[in-house]
């Protein structure tokens, strides 16, 4: 079980980029992260989710936050269709990247290794260093999902690691995506 807290979901860089001793081969196949559920507080607005990214080596990596997708699934295990916002990455902007309106998602918190960061500083910065044995932790909300609520019964977390290179090796793609994870709609907290 990859939840310590409600709503978090752990992504293990490693065993991810295929760095850690994993009984599964990677074969440019997407590395399922196991989550078992979220919850949804009615009286809470909105939804909000905490994704710890988890290193056991010193690594670079292009900010996460970049190739990170979210899709809403309904209790029929359809997608849901939502206003897709144009990907970070293809964005050309005269400007600081905006942690509330640039994203699908807005950046609610962010901590490295239990220190809390500056939000917009980071989802500015093109890499993050992970030292040994640290984590970055980024808690997102999802206020566009709102109207939507008696219709989702599930979400999908989908992402892609990308270390830093300097060299001729570029970008190599090493995506990942989460189980179906159920949307529990909780009374109380």
């Not at 850690?20 to 009615?42: C, G, H, L, M, Y």
């Amino acid at each position: 079980m990859n939840t310590i807290v409600k709503n978090t979901i752990d992504i293990p860089l490693q065993e991810i980029l295929g760095q850690a001793d994993s009984a599964q081969p990677r074969n440019k196949r997407a590395f399922t992260v196991i989550a078992e559920e979220v919850f949804w507080n009615p009286k809470s607005r909105p939804l909000e989710i905490t994704l710890n990214y988890i290193s056991e080596a010193p690594l670079e990596i292009i900010n996460p936050l970049y190739y990170l997708k979210i899709e809403w699934i309904d209790k029929e295990q359809n997608v849901i269709p939502m206003e897709d916002k144009v990907p970070v990455l293809l964005l050309n902007l005269n400007r600081s990247l905006d942690p509330e309106r640039d994203f699908s998602f807005v950046v609610k918190k962010v901590t490295y290794n239990q220190n809390q960061c500056d939000i917009t500083e980071v989802v500015n910065q093109t890499t993050l260093n992970f030292a040994p044995e640290s984590r970055y932790q980024f808690t997102l909300a999802f206020p566009a999902i709102n109207h939507q609520k008696g219709a989702i019964g599930y979400l999908r977390v989908l992402g892609n690691l990308v270390p830093f290179t300097t060299g001729l090796d570029t970008k190599k793609s090493n995506p990942f995506h989460t189980n179906t994870v159920p949307v529990k709609h909780s009374p109380s907290e």
